[in-house]
């Protein structure tokens, strides 16, 4: 069995090899251990359950595991936990932008929207005695405050609701993507339109551009698997014209609520929080009518 020197000394030098690597930080627990592992013994059994209840001394095989994800923990804290979801939306609740962490969803889910901030589990029983889990989507809602979630009239719950849906259908069916030509950049684009938004000191300027660089990506994803070729251009209303033959137009509104000049990113003109929210939500219904991504449609 290790001795806690020989495994912090074993551990802090693999960290140091895989800081070097392209690894995310929530990745490198496991792909440590994985290396650890192989070090301490090739050939062993290890049980890979994070117990709470193990020894801070014990190093054997079996609390290998758990004594890895103690020490990634202790080192980088918060910075190797991560939204195993498909990323985060936008819903303006009281007239302001929350940021929505996605949940990653399989199977069958009944999503509801009440002032219960509490995650406690429920189910929906069916008729014939299924038992569906119950979700909150304001569970989803980062730092929501029971001030607001108690304030939201029926009107505005359902409103929220529909929205929620489409953005969880939408961004699952983004991240679906990722071996299409030009969609994982497109995917970063998104993401840095919605974070650009919600920063400390927001970039609303920057967020427009990243939109409209994910809605031309998204186009130009969608020519080159119709064999359509399109020209080095960031002009929506062009690549949209050259779509119109697989049967997809994209309503002009759309476009204009997205299109902007390449000076935005200098700061030549002002993008206001409101348009920079409109670009992203219309981007991202861009996307869902381009690859049939959701069910719910955006209203503009």
């Known amino acids: 069995m290790l001795s806690r020197e020989n495994f912090l000394t074993l551990l802090t030098e693999i960290d140091r090899v895989i800081s070097a690597s392209d690894l995310l930080f929530h990745q490198r627990p496991l792909h440590a251990f994985d290396r650890l592992a192989d070090k301490v013994d090739p050939k062993g059994r ?77 189910y929906l029983i069916t008729g014939d005695g299924s038992k569906i889990p119950n979700i909150n989507i304001l569970w989803h809602v980062k730092d929501i405050t029971q001030e607001i979630a108690s304030s939201l009239t029926d009107t505005e719950r359902e409103g929220l609701l529909k929205e929620y849906m489409f953005g969880l259908n939408a961004v699952q069916s983004l991240r679906g993507l990722s071996k299409v030509e030009f969609m994982t950049q497109a995917m970063n684009d998104y993401d840095v339109a919605v974070s650009n938004i919600f920063h400390k000191y927001p970039d609303y300027n920057n967020s427009k551009w990243a939109s409209l660089q994910f809605a031309e990506k998204t186009m130009k994803a969608k020519l080159t698997l119709e064999g359509i070729p399109f020209d080095k251009i960031h002009d929506l209303s062009k690549l949209a014209n050259k779509l119109k033959p697989v049967g997809l137009n994209i309503p002009p509104p759309i476009l204009s609520n997205i299109q902007c000049k390449a000076g935005v990113r200098y700061g030549q003109e002002t993008v206001k929080k409101n348009e920079a929210i409109l670009a992203l939500q219309s981007a991202l219904a861009l996307f869902s009518d381009v690859f049939e991504a959701s069910s719910f449609e955006y209203e503009s």
């Open 46 to 122: 290890f049980d890979m359950v994070i117990e709470d209840h193990t020894d801070e001394n014990d190093f054997s095989n079996n609390a290998l595991f758990t004594q890895v994800h103690r020490w990634y923990e202790s080192r980088y804290g918060d910075r190797i936990k991560t939204n195993m979801g498909p990323g985060s939306y936008i819903l303006v609740i009281k007239n302001e932008p929350w940021e929505v962490e996605l949940p990653l969803c399989y199977g069958q889910i009944n999503f509801t929207i009440n002032d219960n901030l509490n995650k406690t589990e429920a």
